[in-house]
């Protein structure tokens, strides 16, 4: 199958995706089970990495500007636009495309091969609508607070490094933070992170709908939508950067 035919496929999954549910009940259900699994279970990982690579961030900040005419506030200058506009919606969504992913792709790959889709489909059963869009709702409106609280705790992760590190002081971290602050920036990185989620949730559950085989060809597909989603986030990501920032 051609990359023309996959895309094609893609957006006809789409099409039976956002068809009405059936059974809101149900669905709820659902809902509040995928945003358990998809984003509750991630907040670990997201806050642990967040926090470190905010003081790691800082700390190779200031033992590369050294001067004494670069003023110690440049270093949360730096850090904060760092934080903001790539590392929390971009590094996060490709740790979140790993984790995740995996997992779609395998739930609903193992799902296809052991018959149960076709068992819906038998019942009548919309089963991507069933399957995939309480996922995608999941990740609009979870993952954008998850990397709000990502930003947040890279920020606070370079301060506390530069205060135990004794490189540069609170104080003139914190003004580096405050200089030169434009909203819009956190507005960007949620642009960013909407794109991503999608992605992260549709993209996977393509690989994971459509796999054909046993278990040895789920991993394959698991294997393959982590991939093609790191892909498509950092395609996206170039796109929208020259779209939004120029």
């Known amino acids: 199958m051609t990359y023309l035919e996959h895309v094609g496929k893609y957006f006809m999954m789409l099409k039976r995706?956002?068809?009405?549910?059936?059974?809101?009940?149900?669905?709820?259900?659902?809902?509040?089970?995928e945003v358990e699994d998809l984003g509750i279970k991630s907040l670990g990982i997201i806050m642990f990495i967040s926090f470190f690579i905010g003081g790691v961030i800082a700390l190779q900040t200031a033992l590369n500007l050294d001067s004494p005419f670069i003023p110690d506030s440049l270093i949360g200058f730096?850090?904060?636009?760092s934080i903001i506009l790539e590392f929390a919606p971009t590094f996060c969504c490709i740790i979140l495309a790993g984790k995740v992913g995996s997992y779609i792709t395998s739930s609903i790959g193992t799902m296809r091969v052991t018959e149960q889709i076709d068992a819906l489909e038998v019942m009548g059963i919309n089963?991507?609508?069933?399957?995939?869009?309480?996922k995608i709702i999941a990740a609009l409106f979870f993952y954008p607070f998850l990397i709000t609280l990502a930003m947040a705790l890279g920020i606070f992760?370079?301060?506390?490094?530069?205060?135990?590190?004794?490189?540069?002081?609170?104080t003139d971290y914190i003004t580096g933070i405050q200089t030169d602050f434009k909203p819009f920036l956190i507005v960007y990185a949620l642009i960013k992170t909407i794109i991503f989620s999608f992605l992260i949730a549709t993209v996977p559950s393509y690989h994971g709908y459509y796999v054909k085989g046993g278990s040895i060809a789920?991993?394959?597909?698991?294997?393959?939508?982590?991939?093609?989603?790191?892909?498509l986030i950092v395609i996206a990501n170039y796109f929208l950067t020259q779209m939004l920032l120029t």
């Open 127 to 134: 089963s991507l609508n069933f399957l995939v869009l309480p």
């Open 17 to 33: 995706v956002f068809r009405k549910p059936q059974k809101r009940r149900v669905f709820y259900q659902a809902l509040m089970k």
């Open 157 to 170: 992760g370079g301060w506390i490094a530069g205060v135990l590190s004794g490189l540069f002081a609170g």
């Open 78 to 81: 730096a850090a904060k636009r």
């Open 218 to 231: 789920v991993g394959r597909a698991s294997t393959q939508a982590v991939v093609w989603t790191t892909i």
